[in-house]
């Protein structure tokens, strides 16, 4: 057997395992608390011949290293159990004992090392009795689970961290932090990863500290549509997801995006009770001016400053323009994915649909890109047209805005005007496709309803006398929105009714159509109602914002001269 020096010296020259290094090595067994030379005793029993063991001593020497073993078979070196060398002296009384009994060797693991190659088993050592390991089994196991890790320069003790077995902390935090799932989700790729990922989530939103918004040349319609925005939990979690995760560009394609989720940064979290109170319980006043200017470099807002201008045609204007720049994100990243996509789809956007008992339609499709605006707030309307002799022809329409007729005189509820739109329309003299006046039916039922539901009511109506006018008609609405089954389509009905929470109002001020003034109210996270009057917010009740029959109105100096007009529904 080669002496402890001879064996230091043939060991020291400059060597490595595959693609590691030398430094790589040192790294690892410095972390393990290994000793870079090897020792100076033979560390186990060979059993072979002097001169075959001199080849075996640096492979078995690396596997067999950290284990039990070492110090079990250098202790039975030393007390003369080797008779290969003849070098033993002084054995103990129990020295007499063989070296092959279990025993003394029950300690060690030599042989279950998760290294891709075993060493040659023993012929004189028996299976060692399973045992916890608190260190690498060998040096070439230590070597193999830390490659990556050290070539990734993340072999540190804060690695561990991230598994769920770990009990180190992450950012001071305890290791219940790393089974926290809102973690997972935080992976982005960029702000197209978001927009291809995002699903509409409610429960994110801290409770918001209202403010006012400066009522700048005739904005009050703008105003009333970003105060429902702002307390809408799916549409604020959106927002701040792609401001949290994207670095902004100044050459940024998206400035309408941009601007808004600057807006909804304005809005911090209100403080905890426990903390000083503040004279003003609500946050100072701004302008959004920074949407103001997004807007205007789009051509539909060329005129917007300075002219009162409707707010639902503001509101479907502003959710157009966030769904086009997000679709425009999407289609530059997989612009070779849709084209291939389109070359399969065939020819237009038609499809023959098969209905109940294998009866066909012409059904036409019309603008269904998604985004996450569309999954927040994007439904689809089916309008069916029977005509004798002819098949019938379906149209899908994309809404964001559901428009509401309540003209009729049996519309006195908002559930009564979502009826009278789902009731069959008879068309008198309607020419067939076969050049025969016939009487056709017209139906429409709501194919699919989003997240967040927004009704608009038809209140200013064209009259060929006297231009457009407004209605100044009663209509009620609850804090709950019952969607019954019977106004879907039939594919898509469940025994189940759909519901929806109220948490935004938009009022009109006033009776002309061309002019006029507009307020909203919101509810918060907490349930509580806000009347917002661009600057000025006051608390309401529940009572004073709903329109029902047992309600009286009591807070006419706020609700004086004023109609509802826009309702953002939220479904519970």
Partial sequence: ????????????????????????????????????????????????????????????HRKLKENGAVKVNSTAKENGAVKENGTASEPPKESSKPVETSKPIETPKPIETPTPTETP???????????????????????????????????SPKAPAASPSSKLAVNGATNNATTQTPTAPTKFMGIADIINRYEPRFNTVPLLEPRGLINNVNTCFMNVILQPLSHCPPFY???????????????????????????????????????????????????????????????RFDSLKGRQEDAEEFLCFLLDGLHEEMVSVLKEKKKSEEAAAAAASGNGNGWLEVGPGNKTSSLQLTGFEDSPISKIFGGKVRS???????????????????????????????EDAIRNMTVPEVMHDYM????????????????????????????????????????????????????????LTPVHRTGKPLTYKLFGIVYHHGTSA????????????????????????????????????????????IHADQ??????????
């Fill in 384 to 414: 069916t047209l029977r005509c004798p002799g002819a098949k019938d022809s379906a149209n899908l329409e994309p809404f964001q805005s559901l428009p509401l007729d309540i003209q009729p005189d049996n519309v006195n509820t908002i």
């Fill in 432 to 487: 067939s496709p076969k050049g025969v006046r016939v009487d056709a039916t017209k139906q429409v039922y709501l194919e699919t309803l989003p997240p967040v539901l927004i009704l608009h009511m038809k209140r200013f109506v064209f009259d060929n006398v006297g231009g457009v006018q407004k209605l100044q008609k009663r209509v009620n609405y609850g804090a709950e929105l019952t969607i019954q089954p019977e106004w």
């Fill in 121 to 155: 088993k023993l012929a004189d050592t028996p299976k060692p009795a399973e045992l916890p390991k608190a260190k690498p089994s060998s040096w070439a196991a230590l070597l193999k689970s830390n490659n990556d890790a050290a070539k990734a320069k993340a072999s």
């Fill in 1 to 60: 057997m080669p002496t402890g020096k001879k064996t230091e010296q043939a060991l020291v020259p400059n060597f490595g395992f595959g693609d590691l290094s030398r430094e790589e090595i040192n790294s690892v067994l410095n972390q393990a608390g290994v000793s870079l030379l090897p020792p100076k005793t033979t560390p186990f029993v060979t059993g072979v011949q002097k001169k075959r063991a001199q080849k075996k001593v640096p492979e078995t």
């Fill in 563 to 572: 109609t509802a007009y826009i309702l953002f529904y939220m479904r519970s």
């Fill in 514 to 557: 061309g002019g006029g003034h507009y307020t909203c109210e919101i509810r918060r996270q907490n349930g509580m109602w806000l009347h917002i009057n661009d600057t000025n917010i006051t608390p309401v009740s529940e009572r004073d914002v709903l329109m029902t029959e047992e309600n009286t109105r009591t807070s006419e100096t």
């Fill in 237 to 299: 979690d959106l927002l701040k997801t792609i401001g949290q995760h994207v670095v902004h560009s100044f050459r940024s394609k998206t400035p309408l995006l941009d601007s808004m989720i600057e807006f909804v940064n304005e809005f911090r979290p209100e403080p905890p009770v426990n903390e000083e109170v503040k004279t003003d319980p609500y946050g100072e006043p701004f302008v959004p001016e920074y949407v103001y200017d997004a807007l205007r470099g789009q051509k």
